[in-house]
């Protein structure tokens, strides 16, 4: 199983990226993938997830509304649009896949199996 993780990049206050994570080595209709981040000094964060079934799509309380998390099965790709960057965005962005992972633990990275290499994501005030 691979994940590639790339997209990111410096980019001022306000500015906007889209990050994406390739998938391969899974049957990618059966996974759920989120995107988590981790700035230096601290803990790996959640920052949102889409389900497999269905595709719902869970948010931090930090990026609601600014980021918008999107698969696409045919391309086994999974994006995450990013509007409104902060500098406390900055960080790197890891893509985690899972097929076994349930709705109470997507905010959980020890939930998911299956990680990214993870994409620098530098914000500039």
């Known amino acids: 199983v691979q994940l590639q993780a790339f997209g990111g990049g410096l980019v001022q206050a306000g500015g906007f990226l889209k990050l994406s994570c390739a998938v391969s080595g899974l049957t990618f209709n059966s996974a759920s993938v989120a995107w988590f981040r981790q700035a230096p000094g601290k803990d790996r964060e959640f920052v949102a997830a889409?389900?497999?079934?269905?595709?719902?799509?869970y948010y931090g309380d930090s990026v609601k509304g600014r980021f918008t998390i999107s698969r696409d099965n045919a391309k086994k790709t999974v994006h995450l649009q990013m509007n409104s960057l902060k500098p406390e965005d900055t960080a790197i962005y890891y893509c985690a896949a899972s097929t076994r992972v349930i709705l109470s633990n997507l905010y959980n990275p020890n939930a998911f199996g299956y990680w990214g290499q993870g994409t620098l994501v530098t914000v500039s005030s």
């Open positions: 889409i389900r497999r079934s269905g595709g719902s799509t």
